[in-house]
């Protein structure tokens, strides 16, 4: 009787933290290097590829217009990205990583178009979930 008891835990126990395993979900992103997530966020700004976009911004993800001072929410700017899907802009486009600490690294973001030039100044965090963006500061020169 004891040792039916014991098994009878077992498999619990077993079952139990089976089942809390399962539920993790596992981000695609998790594994990628701040550059790789900077390389993304040109994928979707510049050439309308809308994969991980999600992913790649935090909740409280802000996106400054520095020449209008308008700002959006993690969930407008996402919109507005998905509206630009398979959108590609006739630029060229480099990046640089100015900082990387710890677990914050800065990108600046150049996008050279025809009759003027957008600079992004890219701040981003290491999460649990992998390096996300928490804030683009967007400027025209």
Do not use: H
């Amino acid at each position: 009787m004891k040792r039916n008891l014991t098994t009878i835990a077992t498999v619990v126990m077993m079952v139990l933290s089976l089942s809390s395993f399962a539920n993790e979900k596992a981000s695609p992103m998790k594994d990628y290097a701040s550059r790789k997530i900077v390389s993304n966020y040109i994928d979707a700004s510049l050439l309308g590829k809308q994969s991980f976009v999600k992913e790649m911004l935090t909740d409280d993800f802000e996106f400054v217009n520095a020449a209008s001072n308008s700002k959006a929410t993690k969930k407008e700017y996402g919109k507005f990205l998905e509206n630009t899907n398979n959108l590609t802009y006739s630029c060229t486009s480099s990046y640089e990583i100015l900082d990387q600490s710890g677990d914050t690294a800065v990108a600046k973001v150049t996008m050279i178009f025809e009759n003027f030039t957008r600079v992004d100044i890219v701040n981003m965090t290491n999460t649990a979930e992998g390096w996300k963006i928490n804030r683009v500061i967007s400027n025209f020169l």
